[in-house]
């Protein structure tokens, strides 16, 4: 087995043949399936950064200064 970009064990996929000799379509498809996890991942970062961004509770020096 590999392990993936978080260190989780993963099999082969459900769509490959058993045997290696994958064509095109299936490398296209392996590709457009990493790329896609890739930018989910980094789609949640941003939404995460943005909720910490929002919630930090700071206070605001100059709300009290005026």
């Known amino acids: 087995m590999r ?9 082969p996929s459900h769509d490959a043949g058993a045997n ?3 064509g095109p379509k299936a490398r296209t498809e ?3 399936r ?3 996890r ?6 949640a970062r941003e939404q995460f950064d ?5 919630n930090d ?3 605001e020096t100059e ?3 005026r």
């Open 30 to 32: 392996d590709a457009v």
């Open 34 to 36: 990493r790329l896609a």
């Open 50 to 54: 943005a909720t910490r961004a929002a």
């Open 63 to 65: 709300a009290h200064d």
């Open 20 to 22: 290696d000799n994958a």
């Open 57 to 59: 509770h700071a206070p």
């Open 3 to 11: 392990r993936d970009g978080n260190g989780r064990e993963r099999g």
């Open 38 to 43: 890739l930018l989910g991942r980094q789609i």
